[in-house]
């Protein structure tokens, strides 16, 4: 057998390996990014935000299937087989490049779309509704306070019906003094919550992008090799 077939055998054959590996990457992070929005999903009006998660993982799952496919061409030599996996590999790049593009476009619209939605939300805090829920998670998990600042409740009708106090999950962490009076401003997070979401969007949304663009190069290899 020519050396030159057993050389490109085996880099193929190791690029299934990865292949399936790939798969189960782009589908952890896909559902870490449609996780991350939904945890916050009441302060976000768009929600084709998680268009593309939803792209990578659908390629994450077809990945699997079709890195058997791709294996077993490889293995048998099948000049059929292995041009429908090239076609396929074709399929999900560009699919991949979509989920890139989509990703790159909603990265710009997060800023917008939090400042739409946050102070209305923050505005129907009342320690009971949904959005209570929403709010309270919201500043207990990113240890944040308001919208822009924790000077931002004396605004809101919460301030005024609970004798000018802020919500409890205002206060730091494992503080048990906290009541929630600004006379306590050592005891409060006195960030916005704002910012802080949308640093976290922005990095989730930056985390998913390079690992689309690393496995698309990935992919862009693999069909490579697979013409050659």
Do not use: H
């Not at 129907?124 to 990113?142: I, P, W």
């Amino acid at each position: 057998m020519d050396c030159g077939i057993i050389t490109s055998k085996t880099v193929l054959l190791l690029l299934n390996v990865i292949f399936w590996a790939a798969g189960g990457a782009l589908v952890y992070v896909g559902s870490y990014v449609i996780k991350s929005y939904n945890n916050f999903d009441n302060f976000l009006e768009d929600k084709y935000t998680l268009i593309p998660a939803a792209i990578i993982i659908t390629v994450g799952v077809v990945m699997f299937i079709i890195g058997t496919v791709g294996c077993c061409a490889t293995l048998r030599e099948s000049k059929v087989g292995l041009s429908f996996f090239l076609m396929i590999l074709l399929a999900m790049f560009a699919a991949e490049v979509a989920a890139l593009v989509f990703a790159f476009i909603y990265q710009g619209r997060i800023k917008g779309d939090l400042e739409r939605s946050m102070s209305n939300v923050f505005q129907k805090y009342d320690g009971e509704n949904s959005e209570s829920r929403a709010v309270d998670y919201l500043q207990s998990q990113l240890q944040c306070c308001g919208v822009q600042t924790y000077m931002n409740w004396t605004t809101m009708p919460w301030f005024s019906s609970s004798n000018n106090t802020v919500p409890i999950s205002c206060c730091k962490q494992n503080n048990t003094e906290c009541t929630g009076k600004l006379d306590q401003p050592d005891l409060l997070n006195t960030q916005g919550c704002e910012v802080k979401l949308e640093q976290l969007l922005q990095d989730v949304m930056s985390y998913a992008m390079l690992v689309i663009l690393g496995f698309a190069i990935i992919k862009k290899q693999q069909v490579c090799d697979g013409v050659q």
